[in-house]
Every structure is written in C-alpha cells, then in structure tokens.
C-alpha cells in the first residue's frame, strides 16, 4: 500500500489509506537528550515513554520529547532547520531516521512511499538536494519504494484535484513557505522563501523581549489576524511579521509568474501549513492579493481542508498514482 510522507522542520506527518479513509501519523520533528541514569530511565518506563539509549545518552522522541522537556528542565532540540537537516545539529540524522521508522512501519511488500520536499529558496543559500538525497536513501532502507515532490505541488494533489490539478498551492510551514504553480499537475513555477512560522516567532521574540517559545504558544492559541490589534502588544507585533510575510510571499510569487508565460487559464489558490491556521489568514491573503495583484487571473483562494496535513494528503495520492 502506497504511503505519503511530509518532512517537515516541526511536524512529520505519515499517511495511508484504511479502507476509503485516509489516515495520518503525526510526530513533532523534536528530540530530548537526557544523561542516562538508571533513576531516568525507570521515570521514563514508568511513564510509558519510548526512548532510545546511545552510549551515555536517552533520547526521548517526538512528542514526548515536548512532554517532558519541563519535566527535565531541559530545551528539546530539532533535527531540521528551515526546511532541511540541520547542519548545526550532529544529531540530526540518527533522530530522523528514527522518528521515521516510528511513523512509517515496516513495508508490506513493495510499498512507495511519496516524501514531500522543499522546493530551492529564492532568498537564502540553502541548496535541498543533500536533503533529499539522505531522506529517500533512509526510507529505501526501510524497505520502501520512495520518491519525492515539492511540497507546494503536495498542496495542489490534495486540495485541486476538482480543477484538474491546475493552481497554485501554498504551504506556510515552520522554516519555510513553499508555492508551486501547476497547469495540470505540470509545475510551471515552484520556489521557497526562507520564512514561515520560525521566523515570525524569532522576530516577534525580538521585538517584544519574550521567549521564541512564549511567543509560539500565543500564536498558536489565541492570535487572529485582525484590523485592529493593540500596539505594544504581542498579537500586535504578530500581526505586523505576518503581513510582512504575506506581502513578501505574493510579491515573490508575482515576480516569478512575470518570469515564464503561464497559461491563459483561472487559477485557484490553496493555503496551507500551520502558519496559514489563525483565523483571517485567508482574509489578508485576498486582501493583499488584491493590493499587489497578480500576472494570472485568480478563481478563487481557499483553506486547504486540514492545513497541517495537506501536503501529507498531497504525498499519499502522488504515491497512490505511481503505484497503479
Ligand atoms: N493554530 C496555529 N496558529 C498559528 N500558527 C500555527 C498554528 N498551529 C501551528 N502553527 C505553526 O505552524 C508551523 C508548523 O506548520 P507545519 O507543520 O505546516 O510546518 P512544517 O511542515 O513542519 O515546516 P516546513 O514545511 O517549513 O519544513 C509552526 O511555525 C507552528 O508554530
Ligand atoms: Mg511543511
């Protein structure tokens, strides 16, 4: 059975059929290394809680790694960076491929497996073929078929399957936003932009002096894109980083479009990723649309049904594709 898989800088999300159900898997892109100790380790057992041990070292995974970062007054750590394997981090390697053996399983004979990837930065010397590369050769040892799509062009596969699979779709990750235009699942333009959810985080952190991580849970909890926000106030600092975002991202996406000669056809937009959840985001996103305007004539512009698992979603029917 065909699987999708999306490797992201914050969420890894695996997904699969069950009966005429698509089902998802979803694991935090994160680590915890703890000294090891019998005492840490028994806590750990006792909580029910899978951890690896390497030399000297536990390592919580996952979501766990969250839970009891607290616990152990100690920061979890991430394998990725702005949409690629952290270079910074040594780690990085070991830990995803074991947070992929955990989401993905072991094949039932030849399965393939379509693994989202992030399309080159326009904005930053990231090059994603390393990236790749190592990520279709783990799952390959895991005993898949594996093969990769940009992430943006996930986005059209899932959501755009009404309109033939021509449009432009959008994911507003953590490390990164991905847009691919496609004229019947062809990309025409694909590119990223080395912001999203971390980089609004890290700037609203720095305007306002709290913690990355403070700022994270306000935003994912109660922020909205509204006219009218207190000034001085974080949902305000938020604001201003997210129409920041926006502006750059449909500027960028103008000026690549104004680049090739697309088709003269409607194209709808579909937004999705995490960054694109607080409510309104879809509003500004008209609204800017409609300030910068695009070279292309714009049908409509919706939600992805479930923007954290889109791209996942995408993955699985390109997989599903293939396979037959
Ligand atoms: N309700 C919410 N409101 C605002 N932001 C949110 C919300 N939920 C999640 N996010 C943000 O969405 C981002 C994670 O989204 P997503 O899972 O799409 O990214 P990713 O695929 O892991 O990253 P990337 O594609 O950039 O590698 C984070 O920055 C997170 O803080
Ligand atoms: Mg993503």
Redesign the pocket.
């Known amino acids: 059975m065909a699987k999708g898989l999306?490797?992201?800088?914050?969420?890894?999300?695996c997904s699969e059929m069950e009966g005429d159900n698509v089902v998802f898997v979803q694991q935090r892109?994160a680590f915890l290394e703890l000294d090891y100790s019998d005492l840490t380790r028994m806590m750990l057992d006792n909580a029910k809680v899978q951890y690896i041990v390497r030399g000297d070292k536990i390592y919580v995974l996952g979501d766990d790694a969250l839970k009891f970062a607290t616990v152990f007054k100690k920061s979890v750590r991430r394998p990725?960076k702005?949409?690629?394997l952290s270079p910074e981090e040594k780690e990085a390697l070991p830990i995803i491929k074991l947070i992929l053996e955990r989401v993905l399983g072991s094949p039932n004979g030849e399965e393939v497996v379509c693994i989202?990837s992030?399309a080159t930065p326009i904005d930053s010397d990231i090059e994603p073929t390393y990236h790749r590369k190592t990520l279709e050769a783990l799952v390959k040892k895991l005993g898949y078929k594996p093969f990769t799509i940009d992430?943006g062009l996930a986005v059209i596969y899932s959501e755009l399957a009404d309109n033939s699979f021509t449009g432009i779709g959008i994911?507003?990750?953590?490390?990164?936003?991905?847009v691919t235009v496609a004229y019947f699942a062809a990309p025409i333009v694909s590119f990223?932009i080395a912001r999203?959810?971390?980089w609004?985080?890290e700037n609203t952190a720095k305007a306002t002096g709290m913690s990355k991580e403070q700022v994270?849970a306000i935003?994912?909890?109660r922020?909205e894109l509204k006219y009218e926000v207190e000034l001085g106030s974080v949902e305000g600092a938020l604001a201003i980083y997210y129409d920041y975002l926006l502006t750059y991202v449909i500027e960028n996406l103008r000026r690549k479009l104004a680049e090739v000669s697309p088709p003269q056809v409607e194209f709808p937009i579909v937004l999705?990723?995490?960054?694109?959840?607080?409510r309104g985001?879809k509003e500004a996103f008209e609204e800017k649309v409609s300030k910068v305007g695009l070279p292309v004539e714009i049908s409509t512009i919706r939600m992805a049904r479930d923007?954290?698992f889109?791209?996942a979603r995408g993955c699985l029917i390109a997989a599903k594709t293939k396979e037959s």
């Open positions: 999306d490797v992201g800088t914050m969420n890894i999300v892109n990725m702005s949409g690629i989202s992030p992430e994911s507003f990750g953590a490390g990164l936003t991905n990223s999203g959810g971390d609004i985080d994270c935003k994912e909890s922020f999705a990723g995490g960054t694109a959840k607080p985001f923007p954290i889109s791209v």
